[in-house]
Each structure stands twice: as C-alpha cells, then as structure tokens.
C-alpha cells in the first residue's frame, strides 16, 4: 500500500529524516513512534506530498508518487488528520464534512447556472454522505453545532470525519489521541479498528502508548530522523534499543 524508500529531507542542512524506508501492508493499522524530533511528522508531509523530498522515494500502491502535489496524492486514495484538528470554527459539524471537496457540479459555475437540479442532487446525495460519516462516528447528535464549541476529542473525531469524506484508501491520523479524554480516546480506538475492518489502512502518530499497543498490528520506531526498528507492540515494548531511544542515550 505504501513504499517508503532511503527518503532524505534536511533543512538548512539539517537532516529531519535520513535515509528512511519502510513498507505498509494494505488493510492494517501502523504505529509510527519515536521521540520528539526524531522526524514523524516530517515523513508524514513527505507521503502527503505537503513537503518535497531531497532523496529516496515514495510509492502508493506501487505508484510512485514523489513529485506529486497534495491534491493529486489526495486524489489516489490518501487523507490525512492534521495534529492539531483544522475544523472550521464558525460552521456547524455537518458543514464542516459537507465543505470537503469531491469535484460537486456546483463548484462549476455553469453547472450552478444551468443545471440547477443536478447540483441540488449531488448537494443531497453530499449531505447523505456527511450524516452516514457522522453516523459512523457516532456524532450524529453535534450535527448543528458550531464545530468551535466542541471538546478537543470531539475535535479530533470531526478530524478524522474530514479525512473520511473523500473515501480514502489509506488515512495517516497524526497525533488522533493527543487531548482526548479517556472515554473519547475508546471511542477514537474504536473508529480506527472499524477502518480497518472496512479495509482501510491507517498509519498513525501517536505517543499514547495505551492506543499503540490496544490497536496497532505494526509498530515502527523512528530516532534522530532514522528508521530504528519495528515489530509487534509487545516486541517494540519490550525491546531495550527503543526505550534507549526513548531515554536520548
Ligand atoms: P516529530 O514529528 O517526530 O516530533 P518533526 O518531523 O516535527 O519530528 O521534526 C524533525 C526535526 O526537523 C526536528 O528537529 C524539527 O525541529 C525539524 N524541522 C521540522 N520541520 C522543520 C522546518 N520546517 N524547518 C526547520 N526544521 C524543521
């Protein structure tokens, strides 16, 4: 589903991601973890085509995609969550999925002119979509609200409703626990493992180790902008090399 190789990316000279590859099996969840600075989010603006890389390579699917701007990495199957959730504040939560673009004839204006009843029904069919995603995440009762009043797990859920708009085939989720209150964070856990039963992949950031290791088939370890090591959540929990990482030794 994803290729990662030997990517380099420095700035003035400085080297926030060296040398870096790794692979993503399709249909599973992956953690990616490491210390502050050791170059997460980084590589995820890389793979999102929101930052060029210096060397290596990138592929979707197979495909490789390293020159592609954002919207055309969007384009073949990948969303994102941004760390902190970029909702619009003074719209409710159902405007706030139904804004996601997906090429509506009414973006057009000849289609909004003069075909007032095929842009009425995309307009429909859109809304549908939305309330179905609420629905998936169970937010179906904030619909109206302002997304400014909600709380910061909520933010995050509309986040990743956002990113689930566009259909993606897989979706990077940085930082979707970070702020969330327990029982949000279940419901957050709940929705990543639902992905993946739909046959989503889903790589994530995240440094609450609880939601690593309850939800993660594979975990990979990143260290001064370098790959480290990866393995199951019991197997990078228990591995010395990480927690020294970990420890900045
Ligand atoms: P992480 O997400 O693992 O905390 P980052 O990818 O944010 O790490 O950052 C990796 C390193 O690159 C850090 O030392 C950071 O200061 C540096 N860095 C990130 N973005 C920039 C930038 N736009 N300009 C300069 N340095 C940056």
């Not at 989010?41 to 701007?69: R, S």
């Not at 940085?174 to 279940?186: H, K, S, W, Y």
Request: with cysteine; hydrophobic share 40%.
């Amino acid at each position: 589903m994803l290729k990662v190789e030997n990517v380099v990316k420095e700035f003035d000279g400085f080297r926030a991601v060296d040398e870096l590859s790794f692979k993503i099996e399709k249909n599973t969840i992956t953690g990616l973890i490491g210390p502050n600075g050791a170059g997460k989010t980084t590589t995820f603006n890389i793979i999102a085509g929101a930052l060029n890389l210096d060397k290596g390579e990138v592929y979707l699917a197979d495909q490789k995609v390293n020159d592609y701007p954002a919207y055309q990495i969007a384009r073949l199957g990948l969303a994102r969550t941004f760390q902190i959730p970029r909702a619009l504040k003074k719209m409710t939560v159902i405007e706030n999925l139904m804004l996601v673009p997906n090429g509506q004839s009414g973006e057009n204006l000849f289609n909004s002119w003069f075909n007032r009843s095929r842009v009425k029904k995309e307009e429909a069919a859109n809304y549908q979509k939305a309330y179905q995603t609420l629905e998936f995440l169970e937010l179906t009762h904030l619909e109206d609200e302002l997304a400014a009043n909600l709380s910061g797990g909520q933010k995050k859920l509309l986040e990743m409703g956002r990113a689930l708009m566009a259909d993606p085939e897989l979706i990077l989720l940085d930082e979707p626990g970070a702020g969330v209150n327990p029982t949000l964070m279940n419901k957050i856990a709940e929705n990543i493992i639902k992905l993946k039963e739909r046959g989503k992949t889903i790589l994530l950031i995240e440094h609450n180790m609880d939601l690593i290791m309850n939800i993660c088939d594979k975990v990979i370890v990143m260290s001064d902008g370098r790959y480290l090591v990866e393995g199951t959540p019991a197997e990078i929990k228990s591995n010395p090399e990480v927690l020294k990482a970990y420890l900045g030794e």
